[in-house]
């Protein structure tokens, strides 16, 4: 199995950012109140990022200082989630990163809000797709020809 591709990771925050940079415009356009991003968005995608960094120490001292080996169900479901975080973090930072620059210099008073929540949401997303690619090296056995465990 291969990494994941830088360029697939690039594509996916491409069309989060395309995305959440469009629902700003789209509310307006329906007369509808955005969405207003919480706390509790960018403190999620934080726990996120906490539990699979976890996820990656405990596997690279497993894999790489124990010199342990994984149970191929667990190299499996490793790598999985691995992938999965790393595409869909790339995703959700790129969404949440369109939908603060679309409130740059927007006159509404929650404007400030949701720009400055939508940052944080966006960088705690790229932490945790950063951290599910350090999960994925962490699966690669040292001497193993494909990387997979």
């Not at 539990?51 to 169900?73: C, D, F, K, N, P």
């Amino acid at each position: 199995m291969e990494p994941t591709p830088p360029l697939s990771l690039l594509g996916w925050a491409v069309v989060g950012l395309v995305v959440g940079w469009a629902v700003r415009p789209l509310c307006e356009r329906l007369d509808v109140v955005p969405p207003l991003v919480t706390p509790a968005q960018p403190l999620a995608l934080v726990l996120l990022a906490a539990m699979i960094g976890y996820v990656a120490w405990a596997t690279h001292r497993a894999v790489h200082v124990r010199r342990e080996r994984l149970q191929s169900h667990q190299a499996v479901n490793r790598l999985v989630l691995a992938r999965a975080c790393a595409l869909a973090g790339s995703l959700v930072a790129g969404a949440y990163l369109g939908y603060a620059l679309s409130w740059i210099g927007h006159p509404a008073e929650q404007a400030d809000v949701r720009m400055i929540r939508s940052f944080l949401a966006a960088g705690a997303a790229a932490v945790a797709a950063g951290l599910a690619l350090l999960l994925e090296r962490a699966c690669r056995t040292p001497g193993s020809e494909d990387g997979a465990g």
